[in-house]
C-alpha cells in the first residue's frame, strides 16, 4: 500500500511526528506506520524500542495535543513461525507478544478476554468458519488433548515471541513402538541386504560400550531419529542394551552396552 494523505511510513519514531498527527485529527483521520521505510517495506523495532513506544506515544499525544489515539502493534518481526519435530515432541517458535496479564501457560487456559492483534484478519477465519469465536483457541486445545489423553502445551511467553512444547500422548508412544520396534528379532524385519540380522550384529559390535554415532557409522544408518526409533529405544525398552549412564539418559557421553558384554 502506498503512501497518501492519509497514510505515512516512518523508519522511526520522533517528536516531530506529532505534527502529523494533530494534522490528521484536525482533517480525516489517517496512520503513521513506525519500523516502514518509504516504500512499505517492514524494517522492524527491537523489542526495547516497540514497548517504550506502546508506552510513551499515547501519552505524548493526549499531553500535547488532548486527543487520544490507537497505537497497535503489528506482527513486528516478521519472521516465519519456526518448527522443531522430534520423535516425541514438538517445539513451535512464533515472533509476537501476547496480553501482559497473559504471561504464563497456565493463566492462558484459564478464562480470559480476547484482544487479536489484527481483527480485520481474525474477522476473516471467524466468517469462514475456521473459528467457531474469537477466544476459544485454548478451550480447543484443551478438549483435543483430553479425547486422546494428551498433556497441556506448554508456552514459554517472552517479550520476543513465544516458544510452545507439545509432547507426543501416551498412545502415540504406543503405537510408534508397536510399528517400529516391537517386532524385533521377528523373521524378515531386521535383516540387512546380505541377509544378516541387524539386531545381533548391533548387540554384538556393542560388547564393548559405544556411543550412538560409533552404532550409526559401523552399520551406515542416515537418520539418528530412524535409528532410535526402529532399534535402540526398543532394545534399551526390551533390556538387551543397557546405558553406561542409566541417571543422564541424554548425556552427550552416553554409550550403550548388550549383555553379550565382553
Known amino acids: ?40 517495506k517492514v524494517v522492524g523495532l527491537s523489542d526495547k524500542d516497540r514497548k517504550k513506544l506502546l508506552e510513551t506515544i499515547p501519552n505524548k499525544i493526549t499531553d500535547t495535543m488532548g486527543i487520544v489515539a490507537d497505537v497497535n502493534l503489528h506482527y513486528s518481526a516478521c519472521n516465519s513461525i519456526q518448527i522443531s519435530v522430534y520423535e516425541d515432541k514438538i517445539y513451535i517458535w512464533n515472533d509476537g507478544e501476547m496480553p501482559s496479564e497473559l504471561d504464563s501457560t497456565e493463566k492462558l487456559f484459564e478464562k480470559h478476554s480476547s484482544k487479536p492483534y489484527n481483527p480485520k484478519l481474525a474477522n476473516v477465519f471467524f466468517k469462514s468458519g475456521m473459528i467457531e469465536a474469537w477466544g476459544r483457541g485454548f478451550d480447543k486445545i484443551r478438549e483435543a ?100 549412564l542409566p541417571d543422564k539418559p541424554k548425556s552427550k557421553n552416553q554409550k550403550y552396552y548388550s549383555e553379550l558384554r565382553s
Open 145 to 244: 488433548c483430553a479425547k486422546y489423553d494428551g498433556r497441556l502445551p506448554e508456552y514459554h511467553i517472552s517479550i520476543s515471541g513465544i516458544m510452545v512444547l507439545c509432547k507426543a500422548c501416551d498412545k502415540y508412544l504406543e503405537l510408534l513402538n508397536d510399528e517400529n520396534g516391537l517386532r524385533l528379532g521377528q523373521s524378515g524385519h531386521n535383516h540387512n541386504q546380505d541377509g544378516h540380522d541387524v539386531v545381533m550384529m548391533i548387540l554384538d559390535f556393542c560388547k564393548e560400550a559405544r556411543s550412538i554415532p560409533e552404532i550409526m557409522d559401523k552399520f551406515g544408518f542416515d537418520s539418528r531419529t530412524s535409528f532410535r526409533r526402529k532399534y535402540l529405544n526398543t532394545l534399551v525398552k526390551q533390556g538387551r542394551l543397557k546405558m553406561t
Open 1 to 40: 500500500m502506498p503512501e497518501h494523505q492519509t497514510i505515512e511510513y516512518k523508519e522511526l519514531w520522533h517528536d516531530e511526528f506529532l505534527e502529523w498527527i494533530c494534522g490528521y485529527a484536525n482533517a480525516y483521520g489517517g496512520t503513521l506506520y513506525i519500523g516502514k521505510n518509504d516504500d512499505g
